[in-house]
Structure formats: structure tokens, C-alpha cells
């Protein structure tokens, strides 16, 4: 029981960096859905420009969560 809690702790960032991709593609498709269906926006591609590095940012750290989760899969639970 206590190696099912502290492998369950160890999967925390795991579980975050999904989340954080999930929400990094809500956002990209929310701006393009507004680029589809938006019409004519003077200001769409400030706004996209901003999306885009919004989601640039979401998923590069979603990504670095993931490897770090990998890491302590591979070092720290493979040791318990």
C-alpha cells in the first residue's frame, strides 16, 4: 500500500502536463475557430499573435513537465 501512495504522488506532474496541453489546445483552436468565423478584425492578429505565443509557452512547459515526470518514473520509481 504504501508503494501505490508514493507512486501515486510521483504521477502529479504527470497528470499536469496533460492538462496544461489540453488547455494550450483549447486555446489555439478557440483562435482559430475566431479566425474561421470571426470576420474582418483589424485587431485578429494582435490577438492571434498573442494566442499563438500563449500557446507556444503552455506547451513548451507542458513539455518540460513531461520529461521531468519521465525522469522520476525512470530514476526514482524504478528504485522504490
Excluded: M, Q
Excluded at 498573442?50 to 522520476?72: E, G, P, Q, R, T
Amino acid at each position: 500500500p504504501i508503494l501505490f501512495a508514493l507512486s501515486g504522488s510521483f504521477v502529479i506532474p504527470e497528470i499536469t502536463s496533460y492538462l496544461i496541453g489540453g488547455l494550450a489546445g483549447g486555446i489555439i483552436s478557440f483562435a482559430v475557430l475566431d479566425y474561421k468565423f470571426g470576420g474582418e478584425n483589424k485587431n485578429f492578429f494582435k490577438k492571434f499573435s498573442k494566442s499563438l505565443k500563449d500557446f507556444s509557452l503552455l506547451i513548451l512547459s507542458a513539455l518540460v513537465l513531461l520529461v521531468i515526470s519521465a525522469l522520476i518514473e525512470i530514476y526514482i520509481l524504478s528504485v522504490i
